[in-house]
Nanobody
Framework: EVQLAESGGGLVQPGGSLRLSCAVS????????IGWFRQAPGKEREELSC????????YYVPSVKGRFTISSDNAKNTVYLQMNSLKPEDTAVYHC???????????????WGQGTQVTVSS
């Protein structure tokens, strides 16, 4: 069973940066597709980015492309989400997920973690 645990959230001022981490358990890390999504109170889940670890190929939704960067450290079984130029509207709980597929047609979810809170406020 794959388990995911997010960390790195917190309070940041507008224009600031945060790096989220997603620690992934499981023996086949390099074969996984891992993505990030967020959910703010009263809003629908918003998919952000994903990476096919076997190819290292990232995907970003247009709203975060150029601000967010997804990466991985296979030796640590960890996927990161570097978030720059943060805005108040980025405030949400951020989750990482193991996916069956991802891309322009959306994410197909297997399992996800509990999430980490990101608050962007002055």
């Amino acid at each position: 069973e794959v388990q995911l645990a997010e960390s790195g959230g917190g309070l940041v001022q507008p224009g600031g940066s945060l790096r989220l981490s997603c620690a992934v358990s499981g023996s086949s890390f390099g074969d996984y597709v891992i993505g990030w999504f967020r959910q703010a109170p009263g809003k629908e889940r918003e998919e952000l980015s994903c990476i096919v670890l076997s190819r290292g190929s990232p995907y970003y939704v247009p709203s975060v492309k150029g601000r967010f960067t997804i990466s991985s450290d296979n030796a640590k079984n960890t996927v990161y989400l570097q978030m720059n130029s943060l805005k108040p509207e980025d405030t949400a709980v951020y989750h990482c997920a193991r996916l069956f597929r991802c891309g322009e047609l959306g994410f197909e979810y297997d399992t996800w973690g509990q999430g980490t809170q990101v608050t962007v406020s002055s």
